[in-house]
């Protein structure tokens, strides 16, 4: 019977929110198989996880090693930060944009405006025409 | 009427627009309507590839410029008559203030 056991994190001090993986001991399975963890990264970088492998067959193990690597993104996260609520005509706006995902971006999904006096049907009407699709 | 109206805020930046982080996003926004408007940004983040579906709004309220119109109806005025000076404003919220 072949089997195989193992795996090792990289990064084991940054990816103490990275898990989801199998453990050695619980690991040994029959092959054919496949390994099918739902990997959460609950950290703001790329993690990456490499399973390492050795195969065993009557008695006998192999001393070649075989990897795979993993790369697993972090979901992405940002905080807006609206500083000015109500400005004068020509005034400027001041929205904080942060994200500290790595390579994290923010993208301005849709501006809409809308007079709040209008009546509320009014109003959905505008926003279906404003969004882009 | 109330199309024209709502559309007339121009300054804001368009759709699509993508920020690295710690920005700043800082329109100059002209109310050029007579009533307050609302702006609606909507942010969405990416990163490697991935989306969260989650997004975060920032709403934004615009106050039009003030403006009024005075008609002196009486300029001159024979004694013991009394003035006659109109003021009105089309701002909503308006006070004129002498």
């Known amino acids: 019977m072949r089997t195989y056991r193992g795996n090792d994190k990289s990064r084991r001090r940054r990816?103490?929110?990275?898990?989801?993986?199998?453990?050695?001991?619980?690991?040994?399975?029959?092959?054919?198989g496949i390994i099918a963890d739902n990997l959460v990264n609950?950290?703001?970088?790329?993690?990456t996880i490499t399973y390492r492998f050795e195969v065993s067959a009557?008695?006998?193990?192999?001393?070649?090693?075989?990897?795979?690597?993993?790369?697993?993104?972090?979901?992405?996260?940002?905080?807006?930060?609206?500083?000015n609520l109500v400005i004068n005509s020509g005034g400027?706006?001041?929205?904080?944009?942060?994200?500290?995902?790595?390579?994290?971006?923010?993208r301005l999904k849709s501006v809409v405006k809308s007079d709040p006096d209008l009546p509320v049907i009014q109003q959905l009407e505008h926003h279906s025409r404003m969004v882009p699709g | 009427m109330w199309l024209k109206q709502i559309?007339?805020?121009?300054?804001?930046?368009a759709a699509g627009a993508l920020f690295p982080n710690g920005t700043r996003l800082q329109d100059v926004l002209v109310?050029?309507?007579?009533?307050?408007?609302?702006?609606?940004?909507?942010?969405e983040v990416i990163a490697n590839g991935c989306i969260n579906a989650t997004t975060i709004t920032a709403v934004v309220t615009v106050n039009p410029t003030p403006e009024m119109t005075i008609?002196?109806?009486?300029?001159?005025?024979?004694?013991?008559?009394?003035?006659?000076?109109?003021?009105?404003?089309v701002t909503a919220n308006a006070d004129e203030n002498l």
């Open chain 1, 92 to 106: 400027t706006t001041d929205i904080l944009i942060n994200t500290l995902t790595e390579n994290g971006q923010v």
């Open chain 1, 58 to 83: 009557s008695g006998f193990t192999s001393t070649a090693i075989q990897t795979a690597v993993v790369t697993v993104n972090p979901v992405p996260t940002m905080t807006i930060t609206n500083t």
């Open chain 2, 31 to 43: 109310d050029n309507t007579t009533s307050p408007q609302t702006i609606t940004y909507e942010f």
């Open chain 2, 7 to 13: 559309l007339d805020l121009p300054g804001n930046t």
């Open chain 2, 71 to 89: 008609t002196n109806n009486a300029p001159t005025l024979c004694p013991g008559a009394s003035t006659d000076i109109q003021v009105s404003s």
């Open chain 1, 15 to 32: 990816s103490v929110q990275f898990y989801g993986c199998r453990h050695e001991m619980d690991s040994r399975v029959r092959i054919p």
């Open chain 1, 42 to 47: 609950n950290t703001d970088n790329i993690q």
